[in-house]
Each structure stands twice: as structure tokens, then as C-alpha cells.
């Protein structure tokens, strides 16, 4: 039998709707929840994410800022702009555009920004309170993963969950966060020997490795639910996963499309944290 699609645009769009009440909320108390986005250099992909965050905080209401500067801009420059922000009142997330030029360190970049706007939640500290089970602002691809598994009846709760990818934007928080919600948690990588045999453990499949159509499959348990979090360019332009979806599409319960995916939730929990710091910042 074929698996059930995971609509990530659909969920996406009901999470935006619920959110919409709790914006007009905060703005009748006379709260505009606040991001600015800072885009250093001109990677063409960084572009298209930064024009989509600022699109989506149009659609929300939002107040937001996209400061677009020079590849050559001093490490120095960009940190005195974090400050500027972290001090503002009207801002309530930042977010760093990453990858950065390579004159820049990334790591002094994102310790600079305030925990409290940490709304990528890649600070240290964030990372911590995420890893001790506190109320931090959750990484936005990962937390999106919890929320499809979630709001298709397939929680995390007593199942094996293997991971695949080991970064710290996805594989490392994602893993953490279905630990939290009470999965047995597999984490595997480049390294691991045998991982189709390892990807055939799983209940949950989480792909994040960035190599096209990786998965075959032999990889996927019957009726095993399969979250594809890869985003690669074919040769011939076109969008695909880490998992070969038109191979894999009968022997899985449920999938994840791409595009149409996990993409979509990406900046919709960018959106969820902005909100929250918002609310947070005021009482
Ligand atoms: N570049 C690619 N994905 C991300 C992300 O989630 N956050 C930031 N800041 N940069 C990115």
C-alpha cells in the first residue's frame, strides 16, 4: 500500500492560522512581535530563505528588518549590529544568515547573540536548556519535525527513532527533542557500518545528510513513518531529498515529500519562537 503524504505546507498553514489569534493578542496590547534577519555576503539559496522569512512575517503581521550587507564586512561590524539588536525593544528575534563568509567565525557570531532572541536556537546556551529538558527556544527544523510527527497521530512516544546525520542544525537537536518526547533514540552517521540495516530498526526514519535519493527501500521498515529532511539540486534543476521517495513510497506508512515537506515548517517555527520571545519580553 502507498504512504500517507505528510503535508508540511498544510500543517504549516493551519499553524500559522492558530498563531494569527495569538499575534492579534499581543498587538492589542500593543506588542508587534519583532525579527530581524541579517544577510552578509550574496549566496544566492541565503537570499531566496531570507526573502521567504521576511514574506512570512508580512503574512503574520510582524514587524521585521532584513539588513543585507557586503561580503567583506568586518567580524567586528557585525557583532557591533548584534548588540545594536539585542539592546532594541522593538526586535525580538535575530537571525544570522548562515553560512557566513569565511573571514567571519561563525561560533563568535551566534554566542553574540542574546539567548533571550536566540530565535535559530543555535547559542550555547540554548543548546544546553534544550539538551536539560528547559523551556528554550528550540532549533526551527527540528522542532517542525516534532510538530509533524505530532500532528499526524505519530508521536514519538514508545517508538525506535533513527536518525541519520549527525549535524548540530538537525541531527544532533532532533535527536534530543524526540528523547524528550520519549522515543528510543538511534543516532547514526557517515561512520556507521551497516546503516540500511541500522535505518530498518527504525519506527521513525529522520534523514539528514544531504546526499540525493540516499535512501533506498531496503532501508525502511514496513509502515515505518519517514521524515525527509534533505533539500538537493538535481542536475536538471529540480528539488529532491535524502530519500529516494518514488522507491520507498510503498513500503512506507507515512513520508515526507520534498519540496512540500519539512521545508515549510522551517520558518514557521522561526515564526512560533519569534512569537514567544515576544510574549516572553512582555510579561
Ligand atoms: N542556513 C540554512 N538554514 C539555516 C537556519 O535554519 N538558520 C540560519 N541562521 N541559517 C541557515
Redesign the pocket.
Known sequence: MSAQIIDGKNISDAIREEMRQEVDQLKSKGVTPGLVVILVGEDPA?QV?VNNKAKACEQLGYYSEVVRLPAETSQQALLDLIDKYNRSDVIHGI?????LPKHIEEKAVIDAISVEKDV?G?HPVSVGNLMIGDDALL???PSGVIELLKRTGNSPAGKHAVVIGRSN?VGKPVSMLLLRENATVTMCHSRTPNLPEMARQADILVVAVGVAKLVKKEWVKEGAVVIDVGMNRLPDGKLCGDVDYDDVLDTAGWITPVPRGVGPM?ITM?MANTLKSAKRANG
Open positions: 541565503s530563505y537571525l544570522v544568515q548562515l553560512p535559530d543555535f532549533p526551527c527544523t542544525i522551517t522561526l
